[in-house]
């Protein structure tokens, strides 16, 4: 199946600091990427939509100035939680449409996540 | 606002046994409905999609019922492995192909 790549798996960073997560679909394009944070025991919460070549669609509550979502190739976003506070601690987890349709006619295929650690 | 509940308590069963976790949403129509399964510190994997016109969806041990009625699907794991152990997101899709997740349930299969 499709393959989405996450980088880094893990990041602990200072408070005030930025951090880059990068999203990668290794073996197919992908035009959409979604971003979810998940908290401990808690449900994946969508944050936005990434588009390739245009602007992220944020989800209500979504600091679009403090989480900057990039989508600059059809096989790179990249989110970037900027002066990162400990309460963006999270889990961070990008996902893709596959290849050659939309979500309702197949699924999602997720990132392995990236654990977010702000002292 | 839409709301998604699953199992809160976690599912513990023994190996062999079927297991039979529950999604119940409010306020949505959702035009389909996915399952995952996702292991602890990883992105969730896709295990199944039912459309609101489908009553039912197999995969091996797995089957899907999905009742918009009762605005609910049941999720069973038939002839339970410990392997199957994981929590399990629902997930309800429609128009504008955003994905509303549920809190899933934790499924522990005793050997």
């Known amino acids: 199946g499709a393959v989405v790549s996450q980088h880094p798996s893990w990041v602990i960073c200072k408070s005030g600091t930025s951090v880059k997560i990068e999203c990668r679909s290794l073996?197919?394009?992908?035009?959409?990427m979604f971003w979810y944070r998940q908290f401990p025991k808690q449900s994946l919460m969508l944050m936005a939509t990434s588009n390739e070549g245009s602007k992220a669609t944020y989800e209500q509550g979504v600091e679009k100035d403090k989480f900057l979502i990039n989508h600059a190739s059809l096989t790179l976003s990249t989110l970037t939680v900027t002066s990162a506070h400990p309460e963006d601690s999270s889990f961070y987890i990008c996902?893709?449409?596959?290849?050659?349709?939309?979500?309702?006619?197949?699924?999602?295929?997720f990132g392995e996540g990236s654990r977010l650690t702000v002292l | 606002s839409q709301k998604i509940e699953q199992n809160s308590e976690a599912l513990n069963i023994q190996e062999g046994k079927t297991a039979t976790l529950t999604c119940n949403y409010t306020?949505?129509?959702?035009?389909?409905l996915q399952w995952y399964r996702q292991d602890p510190g990883r992105g969730p994997v896709f295990l199944l999609l039912?459309?609101?016109?489908?009553k039912e969806k197999r995969k091996e041990r797995l089957k899907v019922t999905f009742d918009t009625t009762l605005k609910q699907s049941l999720f069973h794991i038939t002839a339970s492995q410990p392997a199957d152990s994981a929590t399990y997101l629902c997930?309800?899709?429609?128009?504008?192909?955003?994905?509303?997740f549920g809190t899933g349930t934790l499924l522990a299969v005793q050997p």
């Open positions: 996902s893709a449409k596959g290849p050659g349709g939309t979500v309702n006619t197949g699924e999602l295929f």
């Open positions: 997930a309800l899709g429609g128009a504008t192909n955003k994905l509303i």
């Open positions: 073996d197919f394009q992908a035009t959409t």
């Open positions: 039912i459309r609101e016109n489908e």
């Open positions: 306020n949505y129509s959702p035009a389909y």
